[in-house]
């Protein structure tokens, strides 16, 4: 059916709309650009309309409407998503949810939230009320939204500790809206979180969040300065590894990353040093001196809580995850990157820095998982054509690496390459009509798709 989006847009008059041009189109776009493949595909997609709901009733409400008119919903929370999740491929409504920002509830180790709350603000008062944090949140603290996090994030600072969003206890409860002529309120926990949870907003819209927390404390934030990578590497698998030192981040930047791009760390090392990128807490800094002075390298070159640099560099966190490929980018707009996971075995991440050494620059990011750790990489690639970066990611999984391609725009082959039948399973059921983000989930559109080429939906806007 086409849709019909003067009469959605008249049916919804009454709850705030975005009407200038330039802030609908700005509302149509993420980080997508990040990715040149992904540049020359999304750039020209426009919502037709963006509606900014204040609470759960409102986002029932556009949904009814958009339900009944046949318009194409796409969520948006930050908009700092890479790969082009929070992007309209059909067009049709954007729902901008960062006016749905109360937080309901703090209680010991938890707290209920709506969705469009920025992170950091929920943290700041979290300390402020509690003492407590979120156990995890993605770089962009300080832009992204709870609600994003979760339906588009996988990680980040903290998943030194923590682990994944989606491995088990690291959400607790979602409240869920579905896109039906009479959408539904649903609670899901257990199991079913893994319909929703990092399912682009493709099956059900995410109203309220309860997380857990941990205990909030003043992270020492320090870089570490190696020879070489594989010591680098090595330490930072170690400290991860140590069950008594309590860190939150433990990132590797491979030289020249530090010396060509960290503009405010430049002057402290040169372009062959390797730095790793921590964040202790306090009362753990003296087991994690006494574990560094166990390795022959590795110099403490600046700490959060004895500055003595110039320029202050700002949060250690800012440098890590995809921070790292956006300070690149300020120096060298044609660079892009991989997100890679080699497993814990510091041999595999080695093999494929030697292997392409000529291609990229090495960042890791070390994560806890199923009782060890893995090395999380986002290599920063030269400038590279779709054909030359296919043959890269092929040639990463020729070597047993896992790569969740940051160069497409559907959820499968931005993960696993294969049908998540839960999130599938609960599409049929809560997005009849296949509104919801479309084009996003392969397996809805083509079940018998074989990934030998990019994804290309067949409802995507036409380019200009
Ligand atoms: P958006 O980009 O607005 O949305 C993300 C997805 O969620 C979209 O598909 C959107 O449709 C959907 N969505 C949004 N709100 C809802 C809702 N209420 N219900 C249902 N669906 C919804 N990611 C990480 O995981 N870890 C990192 O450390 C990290 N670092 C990054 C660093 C940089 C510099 C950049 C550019 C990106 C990074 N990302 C990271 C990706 C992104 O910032 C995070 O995933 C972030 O949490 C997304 O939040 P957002 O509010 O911006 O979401």
């Known amino acids: 059916?086409?849709?019909?989006?003067?009469?959605?847009?008249?049916?919804?008059?009454?709850?705030?709309?975005?009407?200038?041009?330039?802030?609908?189109?700005?509302?149509?776009?993420?980080?997508?650009?990040?990715?040149?493949?992904?540049?020359?595909?999304?750039?020209?997609?426009?919502?037709?309309?963006?509606?900014?709901?204040?609470?759960?009733?409102?986002?029932?409400?556009?949904?009814?409407?958009?339900?009944?008119?046949?318009?194409?919903v796409t969520m948006r929370g930050g908009g700092t998503g890479n790969y082009g999740q929070a992007m309209p491929l059909a067009g049709g409504c954007v729902m901008h949810i960062t006016g749905m920002n109360r937080i309901k509830e703090i209680g010991?180790?938890?707290?209920?939230?709506?969705?469009?709350i920025i992170i950091k603000e929920l943290d700041a008062e979290l300390k402020e009320k509690s003492g407590q944090e979120l156990r995890m949140f993605p770089?962009?603290?300080?832009?992204?939204?709870?609600?994003?996090?979760?339906?588009g994030g996988s990680g980040g600072v903290g998943s030194a500790n923590w682990g994944a969003l989606r491995d088990l206890g690291n959400i607790?409860?979602?409240?869920?809206?579905?896109?039906?002529?009479?959408?539904?309120?649903?609670?899901?926990?257990?199991?079913?979180?893994?319909?929703?949870?990092?399912?682009?907003?493709?099956n059900g819209i995410i109203t309220e969040l309860e997380m857990p927390l941990a205990p909030a404390y003043d992270w020492v934030e320090m870089f570490v300065r190696f020879d070489t990578f594989r010591a680098a590497t090595e330490f930072a698998g170690t400290l991860t590894k140590e069950p008594g030192?309590?860190?939150?981040?433990?990132?590797?930047?491979?030289?020249?990353?530090?010396?060509?791009?960290?503009?405010?760390?430049?002057?402290h090392v040169t372009e062959d040093d390797h730095l790793c990128g921590l964040m202790?807490?306090?009362?753990?800094?003296?087991?994690?001196?006494?574990?560094?002075?166990?390795?022959?390298?590795?110099?403490?070159?600046?700490?959060?809580?004895?500055?003595?640099?110039?320029?202050?560099?700002?949060?250690?966190?800012?440098?890590?995850?995809?921070?790292?490929?956006?300070?690149?980018?300020?120096?060298?707009?044609?660079l892009t990157y991989l997100q890679v996971r080699y497993g814990g075995d510091v041999?595999?991440?080695?093999?494929?820095?030697?292997?392409f050494a000529d291609k990229l620059y090495m960042h890791l990011e070390v994560m806890r998982e199923g009782g060890g750790i893995s090395f999380a990489g986002l290599p920063i690639v030269q400038p590279m054509s779709k054909a030359e970066l296919d043959q890269l990611v092929a040639d990463h999984e020729a070597m047993g690496c896992m790569i969740f391609n940051p160069h497409r725009y559907t959820l499968e082959e931005?993960?696993?390459?294969?049908?998540?039948?839960?999130?599938?399973?609960f599409k049929r059921e809560a997005d009849p009509k296949g509104l919801l983000n479309p084009g996003k989930m392969i397996t809805w559109d083509e079940p018998d798709f074989d990934y030998s080429d990019m994804y290309s939906y067949k409802g995507i806007l036409p380019k200009p």
């Open 280 to 334: 202790v807490a306090p009362q753990s800094m003296d087991g994690f001196l006494t574990l560094l002075a166990r390795f022959d390298e590795g110099e403490v070159i600046y700490r959060s809580d004895d500055v003595v640099w110039d320029r202050h560099p700002g949060p250690i966190y800012e440098y890590g995850w995809n921070h790292t490929t956006l300070r690149a980018l300020k120096f060298e707009k044609d």
């Open 108 to 116: 010991q180790g938890y707290v209920i939230a709506e969705p469009g």
């Open 245 to 267: 030192i309590l860190i939150k981040l433990a990132s590797v930047y491979g030289a020249p990353i530090a010396h060509k791009y960290f503009q405010r760390v430049k002057a």
């Open 172 to 202: 607790n409860r979602l409240r869920i809206v579905t896109m039906e002529a009479e959408p539904r309120v649903l609670e899901f926990t257990g199991e079913e979180l893994h319909r929703v949870s990092h399912a682009y907003g493709t």
């Open 414 to 425: 931005g993960g696993r390459q294969s049908a998540d039948q839960r999130q599938l399973d």
């Open 1 to 72: 059916m086409k849709p019909n989006i003067a009469a959605a847009k008249a049916a919804l008059s009454h709850i705030e709309m975005d009407e200038s041009p330039v802030t609908i189109r700005n509302k149509s776009r993420d980080f997508f650009w990040y990715s040149p493949v992904l540049k020359a595909e999304m750039d020209h997609l426009e919502a037709d309309f963006v509606v900014n709901p204040k609470s759960e009733a409102e986002v029932i409400e556009v949904l009814k409407v958009c339900y009944a008119h046949d318009v194409p």
């Open 347 to 355: 041999d595999k991440v080695m093999a494929a820095s030697e292997a």
């Open 139 to 151: 770089s962009t603290y300080s832009q992204a939204s709870l609600g994003g996090f979760v339906a």
